[in-house]
C-alpha cells in the first residue's frame, strides 16, 4: 500500500514537473514574440487632413497644436517600443491643446475632438504601463489616436467652411462682377468700332 502511494506521488511530482517545464518554455516563446513585435514600426496612416487656409492661420501660431502635429507625425514614424516611451508626453502634449484652444476655435465639437484625444492618449499611455504587454493593443490604439487627430482636423475646418447660403451669395457676387466687367468691356469695343 505505502509502495503505491509513493508510486503515485512521484507520477504526480513528474507530472507537474513536465508541465512547469511546458510553461516556462511556451512562456519564453511568448516574450521573444512580445520583442520581436514591439522593435517593429507602426503603419502609417495612409490618410492625412489637410487644414483650410483660415484654418491653417490660426494654427500657425498655436504652439500646443504644432507641437502636436509634430508629435503625431513622429508616430507614424515610431516603433512600438518609441511608442511605449513616449505615451506620457503624447499625453501631455494633447492635455495642453485641450487647455490652450484659441478664442476662435472655441466650439463644443473641437472640444469633444479634443476630449477624445485626451482620451485615446491615456488609453495608450494605460497600454503601456501593462506588466504584460499587448503589442497588438497598443499598435491599434497609436493608429486610433492617428485616426482621431485627422478627425479634430476635419473639426477645425468645419468651423471655416461656409454654408449653403454663404456659397450661393459668393456664386451671385461672382456672375454680378463678371457682368459688370462684360458690361464695361462691351461699350469700349463698341467704341473703337
Not at 14 to 21: A, E, F, I, N, P
Not at 171 to 193: F, K, Y
Amino acid at each position: 500500500m505505502c509502495m503505491k502511494i509513493s508510486l503515485w506521488i512521484l507520477i504526480l511530482f513528474l507530472m507537474v514537473g513536465c508541465k512547469k517545464k511546458t510553461n516556462d518554455s511556451s512562456s519564453e516563446k511568448d516574450r521573444k514574440e512580445i520583442q520581436a513585435a514591439l522593435t517593429q514600426k507602426l503603419e502609417p496612416s495612409n490618410a492625412e487632413v489637410m487644414l483650410l487656409p483660415e484654418a491653417q492661420e490660426i494654427t500657425n501660431e498655436w504652439l500646443a497644436y504644432i507641437t502636436a502635429q509634430s508629435e503625431i507625425e513622429n508616430l507614424n514614424n515610431y516603433t512600438l517600443n518609441d511608442v511605449i516611451a513616449n505615451t506620457s508626453p503624447i499625453t501631455e502634449i494633447m492635455k495642453s491643446l485641450q487647455e490652450s484652444v484659441p478664442v476662435r476655435l472655441r466650439s463644443n465639437a473641437v472640444k469633444a475632438r479634443l476630449v477624445v484625444l485626451v482620451t485615446k492618449s491615456k488609453v495608450l499611455q494605460q497600454l503601456a504601463k501593462k506588466r504584460e504587454l499587448d503589442p497588438k493593443e497598443i499598435s491599434k490604439t497609436a493608429k486610433e489616436l492617428s485616426v482621431e487627430w485627422n478627425n479634430f482636423k476635419i473639426q477645425l475646418n468645419e468651423l471655416f467652411q461656409k454654408t449653403l447660403e454663404e456659397f450661393e451669395e459668393e456664386l451671385d457676387e461672382i456672375e454680378n462682377d463678371e457682368e459688370q466687367t462684360s458690361e464695361r468691356i462691351l461699350p469700349a469695343a463698341l467704341q473703337r468700332s
